[in-house]
């Protein structure tokens, strides 16, 4: 069975990391961009974790007490035995946890990401290919134009004309689909003028 992708706002969510070293790491410079509260509990912190200002440190053993209003906590020790502790307190307080390379005890798990502004891609293979995943991103990352983020914010600036002005929900479609080409086609800016036509002739 797969994991559905779900897409959440995690933006000054309270977040977890057990764990100091370089895939601790690798887990928080994935989750910066979307600007959640994470706190980073060890007795060993790697140097390039400690020059991260938006973390907090606990520079310590993990407390049990630790994950209490976690929203999610990534386990990512090298102690099974502490892994798989702090899994089963997490499920028994239906708190979401990802424990590092044992996908048998993650309640969620990172997809590869492509990230340009408002654009988001997540790859999953259910945790069975992490190269085949690492491909298909490259693959993504080479097929996204600089100008995906203008084409993005274009479609939502007249997102709610489209839909005040045009009734059927086919026609917004297509008018939708016109400014879409509009925009990757063009170099120019699409203005006011190009939509309100696009709408007197979807009416």
């Given at each position: 069975m797969g994991y559905f992708p779900f897409y959440i706002d995690i933006e000054n969510k309270k977040c977890l990391v057990v764990g100091g070293g370089i895939v601790a790491l690798r887990?928080?410079?994935?989750?910066?961009?979307?600007?959640?509260?994470?706190?980073?509990?060890?007795?060993?912190?790697?140097?390039?974790?400690?020059?991260?200002?938006?973390?907090?440190?606990?520079?310590?053993?993990?407390?049990?007490?630790?994950?209490?209003?976690?929203?999610?906590?990534?386990?990512?020790?090298?102690?099974?035995?502490?892994n798989t502790h702090i899994f089963?307190?997490?499920?028994?307080?239906?708190?979401?946890?990802?424990?590092?390379?044992?996908?048998?005890?993650?309640?969620?798990?990172?997809?590869?990401?492509?990230?340009?502004?408002?654009?988001?891609?997540g790859i999953s293979t259910s945790g069975k290919s992490p190269l085949y995943c690492k491909f298909l991103r490259e693959k993504i990352e080479k097929s996204l134009d600089d100008n995906c983020d203008e084409t993005v914010e274009t479609l939502d600036k007249y997102r709610m004309l489209v839909k005040s002005e045009i009734k059927s929900e086919e026609s917004r479609k297509?008018?939708?689909?016109?400014?879409?080409?509009?925009?990757?086609?063009?170099?120019?800016?699409?203005?006011?003028?190009?939509?309100?036509?696009i709408i007197e002739e979807l009416k």
């Open positions: 887990k928080v410079l994935k989750l910066l961009p979307f600007k959640p509260k994470i706190t980073i509990v060890a007795d060993e912190i790697c140097d390039e974790l400690n020059k991260i200002e938006e973390v907090k440190i606990l520079n310590r053993k993990f407390k049990d007490t630790d994950i209490d209003n976690a929203f999610m906590v990534i386990s990512a020790t090298d102690d099974n035995e502490l089963e307190l997490c499920k028994s307080k239906n708190i979401l946890v990802n424990t590092v390379d044992d996908k048998e005890k993650c309640g969620f798990i990172f997809p590869a990401l492509v990230k340009k502004n408002s654009v988001t891609v297509k008018a939708f689909e016109r400014i879409l080409e509009i925009c990757i086609d063009n170099s120019e800016e699409v203005d006011e003028k190009q939509v309100l036509k």
